[in-house]
């Protein structure tokens, strides 16, 4: 009785040794970390950004962020009293410091030396495919008697490292002039030709007697995407891959997996896109130049410079893909956004329809009187951009940086993001959630607030804003002068407003939930049979 007593006390103590005491004295550990961590240190350091706790050291936030990094950052602002002062979320090892004041914000993007792009940029670029002997290329500063140091020769004057010049040559194509004009051409051609009434089985869902049923968002974004690869390349993408949008789009879809590096384990859907589209660009770059004359002229001359650097094919087409990328990435959303709001509501659709259809002197479309002409049309726009609008801007802290009292340190990271920005309460108000048409047209100055920055700042402003506003203009003004639309009856009910996708990191633009897509009855007006 007595050994048999001994022997169950020591199969316990056993037990207890070998598979509880590890955990229990772990679970100690661990609550003793969290409490120092995120409980003391902000006591003992109360100029650093609280940072939201976790549980899991080095993983922190990690699959929150991947999941919803919406739902993270709301938690973020809860954690410090919605005071949106900076606080700091953990990503896999890196800490973020996330930064939604808009004084804060006004500072971030002006000192471009702490808070600088050089080193996001970096670490895009790898993220991208660029790495290497080619990102030491893409940053060397071409010096006398190099072989790319060419005195007197017009395409790098300056004599600037590929990285810089690459961004000249896209700013003095997008940013207001003739350039921009000429791409913008090229994008209104390709849209004249894609809303044709016999064009538009790539988006009908249905027959109504002389309508048919379009759906919205595969007309946007076939159409955006299509007319971006025209402006860029010509129909020369088209000619070497006739999936080359539908490549575009799927690839869009999972982008930040490319930005965010998400690891292959979790099984990636943007492989096979990114590679479909990386031979084509490879299979283009390849082309003799007189088989390349369609491409805009910044596409030529960045593959110009990239050949006298000696940068290998995949960087090149790695960094044309990056470019061809964001160009694509917002408009397609964005016109889908506005379309929706118009539609679900018939009296703001007549009013924009009159702006519109006064932009069609003599039958032709005079896109720069719409884009100063149509207050109604704009303040919508800028309050599609601010709803929808989830860019975070990305930048590494290279020096100390104060912001509301709280020093960012170096080798962190630094994010703006701009959801958190557009739905700031103490800024926009109580309706800030809600879809306010008249918002930026009764204040004009709320699209130059410090809050609002669909279109990101500092030294990466988007060089396309001005030009994107054409494009989606036009592809509205089109669309309501050649078609009536309006939104479909189906079932018994109308149909519900679309939610945003928020279940991923956005980049730009966020897009719809897959599953609610807005139907339209569309019929050719009289005039054009
Ligand atoms: C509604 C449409 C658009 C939105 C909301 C938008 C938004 C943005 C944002 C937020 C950034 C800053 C990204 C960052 O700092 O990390 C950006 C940069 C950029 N955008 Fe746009 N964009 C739009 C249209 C376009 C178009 C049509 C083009 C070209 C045809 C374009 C080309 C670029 C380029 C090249 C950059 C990089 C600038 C740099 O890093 O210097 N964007 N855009």
Redesign the pocket.
């Known amino acids: 009785m007595f050994l048999e007593l001994a022997s169950l006390v020591k199969c316990i103590l056993y037990t207890w040794n070998r598979f509880l005491l590890t955990p229990a004295v772990g679970c100690v550990l661990l609550l003793l970390w969290r409490i120092w961590r995120f409980t003391v240190l902000p006591v003992l350091r109360p100029n650093e950004p609280k940072e939201l706790p976790y549980w899991i050291p080095v993983f922190g936030h990690t699959i929150a962020f991947f999941g919803n990094s919406d739902k993270l950052l709301e938690r973020g602002l809860n954690y410090t009293g919605r005071t949106h002062e900076v606080f700091a979320i953990q990503v896999f090892r890196k800490k973020l410091y996330i930064i939604t004041n808009p004084s804060d914000v006004s500072n971030a993007f002006r000192d471009n030396e702490a808070l600088h792009?050089d080193g996001h940029l970096n670490e895009l670029l790898c993220n991208w495919g660029f790495e290497g002997e080619a990102l030491r290329l893409a940053w060397h500063v071409p010096q006398p008697g190099e072989w790319c140091y060419l005195p007197g020769n017009p395409l790098n004057p300056n004599h600037l490292s590929l990285n810089r010049f690459t961004?000249e040559v896209?700013?003095e194509q997008?940013l207001p002039g003739p350039k921009m004009d000429a791409?913008y051409n090229a994008f209104a051609t390709a849209l004249f030709a894609t809303l044709e009434w016999s064009n538009l089985d790539f988006c009908t869902v249905g027959v109504r007697g002389k309508s048919r049923l379009l759906s919205l968002s595969m007309l946007c974004r076939h159409t955006m995407v299509d007319a971006?690869t025209r402006?860029?390349f010509g129909s020369h993408l088209h000619r070497i891959n006739p999936t080359v949008v539908e490549n575009m789009m799927n690839f869009n879809d999972h982008a930040w997996m490319v930005f965010f590096r998400y690891p292959e384990i979790f099984g990636s859907p943007v492989t096979e896109p990114r590679r479909q589209l990386m031979d084509t660009l490879k299979t283009f770059i390849n082309l003799p130049a007189h088989a390349r004359t369609e491409q805009a002229w910044s596409i030529d001359t960045i593959l110009k410079w990239q050949e006298i650097m000696g940068v290998d094919l995949h960087s090149r087409a790695s960094i044309i893909l990056m470019?061809y990328w964001?160009?694509n990435?917002?408009?397609y959303n964005?016109s889908f956004w506005v379309l929706a709001h118009l539609l679900h509501s018939p009296d703001l659709f007549r009013t924009v329809y009159e702006e519109t259809e006064a932009a069609w002197p003599h039958g032709k479309l005079d896109i720069k009187w719409l884009c100063t002409n149509a207050p109604n049309l704009d303040a919508i726009f800028s309050e599609a951009?601010r709803l929808n609008?989830g860019?975070m801007?990305?930048r590494v802290v290279r020096s100390p940086i104060t912001l509301g009292g709280k020093v960012l340190q170096p080798g962190h990271s630094a994010l703006i993001p701009?959801r958190q920005l557009h739905m700031n309460e103490k800024v926009w108000g109580d309706n800030v959630a809600e879809f306010d048409a008249t918002r930026f047209k009764n204040k004009k100055s709320l699209t130059r607030h410090s809050s609002y920055?669909?279109?990101?700042g500092?030294?990466?402003?988007?060089?396309?804003?001005v030009?994107?506003k054409e494009?989606?203009f036009s592809f509205l003004a089109i669309l309501f002068h050649r078609f009536d639309i309006k939104l479909a009856v189906v079932g018994a009910e109308k149909q519900k407003f679309p939610k945003l996708d928020d279940s991923t990191p956005a980049l730009?633009?966020t897009g719809p939930v897959r599953s609610m897509d807005v139907i339209i009855e569309t019929t050719l007006k009289n005039k054009f049979y």
């Not at 920055?453 to 990101?456: D, I, V, Y």
């Open positions: 792009f961004e896209y700013r997008l791409m971006t402006s860029m470019i964001a160009a990435s917002n408009e964005i951009l609008g860019a801007v990305s701009a920055r669909p279109f990101g500092g030294v990466t402003y988007c060089p396309g804003r030009l994107a494009e989606v730009g633009i």
